[in-house]
């Protein structure tokens, strides 16, 4: 028999947490989500957006982030268009492509804009930036926005990283805060509003029962990935760390079924590799020989070896620590090989990927492992 989940999301009781004065027939609606915008019992969020369209507002226009709508853009830096939807008859405006943040051609017809989109605690994953940006936009057209809040799937306890030097902002990272920042979707919007958005009408929708210590599994909510390479909160556990070699010519496991696991290329040597990783002692984690072929992205149809990462203890582990120590040990190892990509990245066109991802110059990656 299913048991209720542990925490309750706004979106469960849509009705009793809506602010009362934006409860009207004829309020126009915007709504931001994507394919883990759901409640409790996997009911999308638009399903319940549509059944209180007419009573506590109008459903007027969708928005979606970066991977689309619908979560099918595979890769990063891959577009899409807006689009009529055919079935509910609503305008779906594009936030990754033309437009990242919302024209006032698109807020024009709305009264409010809604936000639900699922964070998974690491500074690189653009939603945050997408509700950012929305932050922005309503703010200067006057619009109240409110945001769904939501777990923070890695707890709300660790934090990890250095925020990022003012120069080094990017679509990865608009304001400087930790890579792993510890927050709920709606604790960052606060955030925003207090140091960079004053003025905005933010109201914040609350969620019942979640504990700051909690991982997404303790939660009882059910797991919807994201974007397509985010399929497990074990890829979760590991992004804040392993995102970053999205920067160089390693495979980080795109194109495989265990992404941000798996690592490697065609000219490692996986033995090496694990026993000067193992050697490091990182705390919660065993590293594991292995061979993979990655169906597209880097070294596609090419057998690379490396590593899988499994995590023995998630409350000791550091995944910060763990990605920036396989990348120095890869560029020790093998300098003839091992080369950080050039741009652009995530709409940089200058500053090379590892630099906006790591917020600070390239001779300063290291940073980060000098903390404990």
């Not at 024009?108 to 605690?121: I, K, N, Q, S, T």
């Not at 979640?210 to 074990?234: F, Q």
């Not at 550091?318 to 560029?331: A, K």
Request: charged residues 20%.
């Amino acid at each position: 028999m299913a048991h209720a989940p542990r925490v309750l999301l706004p979106i469960d009781q849509l009705p009793e947490v809506w602010p009362k004065d934006l409860q009207s027939p004829t309020l126009q609606l915007g709504a931001v989500l994507h394919p883990a915008s759901v409640d409790g019992s996997l009911r999308p969020t638009l399903t319940h957006l549509r059944e209180q369209s007419g009573s506590l507002f109008t459903l007027a226009a969708l928005f979606g982030p970066q991977h689309g709508f619908e979560g099918t853009t595979q890769d990063n830096m891959i577009e899409w268009e807006g689009y009529q939807d055919g079935r509910w008859q609503l305008p779906v405006h594009s936030l990754y492509g033309e437009h990242r943040e919302p024209s006032a051609e698109m807020l024009e017809p709305l009264d409010a804009l809604f936000v639900d989109l699922m964070d998974v605690g690491s500074r690189y994953y653009t939603f945050i930036w997408t509700l950012f940006l929305c932050m922005k936009a309503c703010e200067e057209r006057g619009m109240p926005i409110v945001v769904a809040d939501r777990p923070n799937p890695i707890n709300g306890l660790t934090v990890e990283g250095i925020p990022q030097d003012p120069n080094y902002l990017s679509f990865v990272g608009l304001h400087p805060i930790p890579v792993r920042h510890a927050k709920t979707i709606g604790e960052l919007a606060r955030q925003f509003q207090e140091e960079v958005f004053p003025k905005v009408d933010l109201r914040i929708l609350p969620m019942d029962g979640w504990e700051r210590a909690m991982w997404w599994d303790e939660t009882g909510l059910p797991w919807v990935l994201p974007s397509p390479n985010m399929p497990t909160l074990d890829t979760a556990t590991v992004y804040p760390g392993m995102c970053l070699l999205e920067a160089c010519n390693l495979s980080e496991g795109r194109g495989t079924t265990r992404p941000f696991e798996l690592f490697g290329a065609p000219w490692i040597d996986g033995e090496e590799l694990v026993e000067t990783l193992e050697s490091e002692d990182l705390p919660g984690v065993h590293f594991r020989v292995v061979s993979f072929e990655p169906t597209f992205h880097k070294h596609a149809q090419q057998v690379c070896q490396g590593a899988q990462i499994h995590v023995l203890d998630r409350d000791v582990y550091q995944p910060l620590r763990v990605g920036l120590t396989i990348l120095r040990s890869c560029e020790a190892l093998w300098p003839e090989h091992f080369a950080w990509n050039p741009p652009p990245y995530e709409y940089e066109t200058e500053k090379l990927p590892i630099e906006i991802l790591i917020g600070r110059p390239v001779d300063q990656v290291w940073n980060d492992l000098n903390l404990k």
